[in-house]
């Protein structure tokens, strides 16, 4: 069992909390600042995407980031060396999230050993599906990296399944049919949709895009392990006075760590 799935072990009565941080945004010394803030008000494991060109998964608020992070200069090496610096001052798994074309750009072999060797847990993909992700299955088991995996609320139960047997870490279960973002409600059927993934799978679930207040923890903690939060935290940060949004973000994430209790 890996760092992450640990992490998942020893909750006790409570689940997982999830933050998402653009790496670089505002800047890397404000990344930096955002990570040790949701690391000291309740974070058990931070997701780092890393910035990309075309983010096709991301809504409007974690393209900005991006695009604010790519306009400073942000490439993979500064987000290697960030991780790493970041892992010697706080101890919690880290797991990133790219789009694949930077990874094989890179050599698939060479970023996982990379990632491996700054401390990084686990890496999400979300344009490797799962008939791609056999081709480099002993690269990742090689380099101890957890591949986690992406479902949707038009999953079927076969590819569940086969999803099951190959993920690691945990599932990352989508709740909306599109992109990131915040919204209003939590969909109808999402309860049901976890419901499925639980069946057929012995990996923990957790839950992401869309979800940013106590409401949403409130209506659906019963039915994951964790909860994944990114837009709603980026979009408490203001450029022009990060005191200000880091102060936000901790109260925001107080209050989350708070309802996730059961």
Same mark, same amino acid.
């Given at each position: ?66 695009? &604010?992070? $790519? ?8 987000? /290697?060396?960030? =991780?790493? %610096?970041? +892992? *010697? ?58 591949? &986690?995996? $992406? ?8 590819? /569940?399944?086969? =999803?099951? %047997?190959? +993920? *690691? ?58 909860? &994944? ?34």
């Amino acid at each position: 069992m890996g760092r992450i799935e640990d992490v998942f072990k020893n909750l006790g009565p409570r689940k997982a909390f999830i933050p998402f941080l653009t790496c670089g945004y505002p800047n890397i010394e404000g990344f930096e600042k955002l990570f040790l803030t949701v690391v000291e008000n309740g974070a058990d494991i931070i997701e780092v995407g890393l910035p990309f060109s075309d983010p096709i998964a991301d809504g409007q608020v974690i393209q900005n980031a991006s695009r &604010i992070a $790519l306009k400073g200069g942000i490439n993979t090496d500064i987000m /290697l060396k960030s =991780i790493k %610096k970041l +892992g *010697k001052e706080v101890d919690i798994p880290v797991v990133v999230m790219s789009y694949f074309n930077p990874i094989y750009c890179r050599g698939v072999e060479r970023s996982l050993s990379e990632l491996k060797s700054c401390g990084v847990s686990g890496l999400i993909i979300p344009d490797l599906p799962l008939e791609e992700f056999y081709n480099y299955k002993t690269l990742f088991d090689g380099a101890g990296i957890d591949n &986690i995996m $992406l479902v949707s609320l038009t999953t079927g139960k076969e590819r /569940l399944a086969e =999803i099951g %047997k190959f +993920g *690691k870490g945990f599932v990352y279960c989508v709740s909306v049919k599109g992109v990131t973002g915040q919204r209003k409600n939590i969909g109808k059927g999402v309860k049901k949709y976890l419901q499925l993934v639980r069946r057929q799978t012995k990996l923990y679930t957790a839950l992401g895009f869309g979800l940013s207040t106590v409401k949403h923890i409130n209506e659906i903690k019963e039915s994951t392990d964790g909860i &994944i939060i990114g837009s709603k935290i980026l979009s408490l940060i203001n450029e022009g006075n990060l005191e200000k949004g880091l102060c936000e973000v901790a109260g925001f994430c107080k209050k989350i760590k708070q309802a996730l209790k059961i």
